[in-house]
């Protein structure tokens, strides 16, 4: 799946659904039930174990979904990820030699900033996507609509503390995007195997997104 193709994808839908947990069974029901929900997109943590063997069970299984790797820490990881077939890759912080890593092999990169300096210093070596990480923790919807208007050539998630109260609001701010955990994929959901819990949730999710972008292209 091209770069572009997959960042095309993650704009039109405008959530990444973030799968932590703690078997590759429990992975696997998660995304496919996001997906049946009408999300065919997740991010696989790399604190799932295993997860680079599930990725390249879901990317053969599932090749409408677009896969992937998230917390990636450094380029030994990403390359695993990259070989398992991994179509993105993201990261709680941001390290500029994953990036670039990336970057070369035309690959979709996600670093995780907080800063204007860290969004500068990700720009500048290729990255055109980035995912504000905690977002609700240092300022959340505030934060977002002030870190945004300098940096219009750039498309910013919100991931951190998204839930379906703020959803809307975060997009109103500037998100092109929302990385989504635990309030789209709850851990009670997955212990319980509880499917149409979760893709009530990821039309719900979706829903918001699609009502906010309604309403702001209403008002321009």
């Not at 932590?20 to 039930?33: C, K, L």
């Not at 300022?139 to 109260?165: E, M």
């Not at 500037?174 to 309030?183: K, R, S």
Request: hydrophobic content about 50%.
């Amino acid at each position: 799946m091209k770069h572009e193709n997959v960042r095309a994808k993650i704009l039109e839908v405008g959530i990444i659904p973030a799968v932590r947990v703690s078997t590759p069974e429990d992975a696997w029901f998660a995304a496919e039930a996001v997906s049946r929900g009408g999300i065919p997109i997740v991010e696989l943590t790399m604190t799932v174990p295993k997860a680079t063997e599930l990725i390249a069970h879901l990317v053969e299984k599932h090749p409408d979904m677009v896969v992937g790797a998230g917390t990636v820490l450094n380029v030994e990881t990403a390359r695993a990820c990259l070989a398992a077939g991994a179509h993105f890759l993201t990261s709680p912080g941001l390290d500029l030699e994953t990036v670039e890593f990336a970057v070369q092999r035309g690959v979709l990169v996600i670093p995780g900033v907080l800063t204007p300096s860290e969004v500068m210093s990700a720009a500048k070596v290729g990255a055109s996507l980035v995912k504000v990480f905690p977002c609700a923790q240092v300022g959340g919807v505030a934060y977002l609509r002030a870190l945004t208007p300098p940096f219009p050539h750039l498309s910013f998630i919100a991931s951190g503390g998204v839930n379906q109260q703020n959803a809307a609001d975060y997009i109103f701010a500037g998100a092109a995007a929302l990385g989504v955990g635990a309030d789209l994929i709850p851990p009670r959901a997955i212990q319980a195997r509880e499917h149409p819990w979760i893709v009530e949730l990821a039309r719900r999710f979706s829903q918001l997104v699609r009502n906010a972008r309604a309403e702001l292209a209403i008002n321009r």
